[in-house]
T-cell receptor
């Protein structure tokens, strides 16, 4: 079945540091890939997505590229801010239209 | 526009009591999902509906859990009887048919003592 494996946290960074959260997936066919973000006390929000190989999703300074050859969708941001402190979820949607989520990575950015 | 609305936001109850969580999806969305989030297991899909019909309930942990969607604008998730291990945040989410983005509610935090 479809599954997502993402880097375990927690991750603690200083402001303006570079952030990478690794995500790899297992799926049949051609899934769509997503990153969701959950701020404290809130539900999940879509951060970015990519629907086919080599697509790059980007939003709020975050980027992720759909790499079919390595079955990866790593999230990156060049300069994080305190407001980026949240839990980040990698997710995959296959032909059955169900989203499979990774375990989530807690990111804390310190001023 | 209103997003996905869940109630209650917080519920504390005693073991053995019945718990009902409620969800109002975004108007016009065809799909509704119930997720459970815990530290141990992360986000788990419990059940989802398409046009008010339950499509896949394989994630429902046991018979104590049931979900209904009597109309396009309302769904409930019921736990009877509740147990301490049911303590979690329960999220409802909805999306359009063919849409790629899933819209989440703010969640219902359940604590079973």
């Amino acid at each position: 079945g479809n599954s997502v494996t993402q880097m375990e946290g927690p991750v603690t960074l200083s402001e303006e540091a570079f952030l990478t959260i690794n995500c790899t997936y297992t799926a049949t066919g051609y899934p769509s890939l997503f990153w969701y973000v959950q701020y404290p006390g809130e539900g999940l929000q879509l951060l970015l997505k990519a629907t086919k190989a080599d697509d790059k999703g980007s939003n709020k300074g975050f980027e992720a590229t759909y790499r079919k050859e390595t079955t990866s969708f790593h999230l990156e941001k060049g300069s994080v801010q305190v407001s980026d402190s949240a839990v980040y979820f990698c997710a995959l949607r296959g032909g059955d239209y169900k989203l499979s989520f990774g375990a989530g990575t807690t990111v804390t950015v310190r001023a | 526009d209103a997003g996905v609305i869940q109630s209650p936001r917080h519920e504390v109850t005693e073991m053995g009591q019945e718990v009902t969580l409620r969800c109002k999806p975004i108007s016009g969305h065809d799909y509704l999902f119930w997720y459970r989030q815990t530290m141990m297991r992360g986000l788990e899909l419990l059940i989802y509906f398409n046009n008010n019909v339950p499509i896949d309930d394989s994630g429902m942990p046991e018979d104590r859990f049931s979900a209904k969607m009597p109309n396009a604008s309302f769904s409930t998730l019921k736990i009877q009887p509740s147990e301490p291990r049911d303590s979690a945040v329960y999220f409802c989410a909805s999306r359009l048919d063919g849409g790629r983005e899933l819209f989440f509610g703010e969640g219902s935090r359940l604590t079973v003592l």
